[in-house]
């Protein structure tokens, strides 16, 4: 079946844009998370949500990330008023259940400039 | 807190070597599950293994073994008969029940021709 689906693939944005990043998880799958990867960093965790509700918001690193999901599916990352140390590699989870094994879309890589 | 630590930052081996990746954790949770995770260059990470704190049996598929050891806090993975598509990032990952899972800052495995 298909896979974590991302949108933008890439996405090149000015200083004190907005932005948002789109995640379709695997059908079936209730839990989301989202990350976020720095150039030749590791994954920092940023929100999961189980269903529609995002039980641990602690990982969003300012006020300017929020996420949301609805429906039980779709979610959306919005980064608002961006900012060069934004720039990354978002990625998007899914897994069946939380706490069970997390399947990876392929990221949206974002540069702001 | 939960922590994972991978204290190789970067190995080089010679195609045909075996090359293990370290990979210690932390918790004071008895239930929590461990991950290996290969990122390629093209960036999808890909999932390998998921063990639960329970079954301390070591496992293999292919050329690939994992060894759980809790007395030493370790979940090693060893890739026997290196081959350069082998080349990538592993992560290893520690989640507990119905949370993020953290991971470790990744090593970079360079398979050399």
């Known amino acids: 079946g298909a896979g974590v689906s991302q949108s933008p693939s890439n996405k090149v944005t000015e200083k004190g844009k907005d932005v948002e990043l789109r995640c379709d998880p695997i059908?079936?799958?209730?839990?989301l998370y989202w990350y976020r990867q720095s150039l030749g960093q590791g994954l920092e965790f940023l929100i999961y949500f189980q269903g529609n509700s995002a039980p641990d918001k602690s990982g969003l690193p300012s006020d300017r990330f929020s996420a949301e999901r609805t429906g039980g599916s779709v979610s959306t990352l919005t980064i608002q008023r961006t900012q060069q140390e934004d720039s990354a590699v978002y990625l998007c989870?899914?897994?069946?259940?939380?706490?069970?094994?997390?399947?990876f879309g392929p990221g949206t890589r974002l540069l702001v400039l | 807190a939960q922590k994972v630590t991978q204290a190789q930052t970067e190995i080089s081996v010679v195609e045909k070597e075996d090359v293990t990746l370290d990979c210690v954790y932390e918790?004071?949770?008895?239930?929590?599950?461990l991950f290996w995770y290969k990122q390629p260059p093209s960036g999808e990470l890909v999932f390998l293994i998921r063990r639960n704190s329970f079954d301390e049996q070591n496992e293999i598929s292919g050329r690939y073994s994992w060894n759980f050891q809790k007395s030493t806090s370790s979940f090693n993975f060893t890739i026997t008969a290196s081959q350069v598509v082998d080349s990538a990032v592993y992560f290893c990952?520690?989640?507990?029940?119905?949370?993020?899972?953290?991971f470790g800052k990744g090593t970079r495995l360079h398979i050399l021709p």
């Open positions: 918790t004071r949770d008895t239930t929590y599950y």
């Open positions: 989870a899914s897994s069946p259940q939380a706490g069970e094994t997390q399947y």
């Open positions: 059908s079936g799958h209730t839990a």
């Open positions: 990952a520690l989640t507990l029940t119905d949370d993020k899972i953290i």
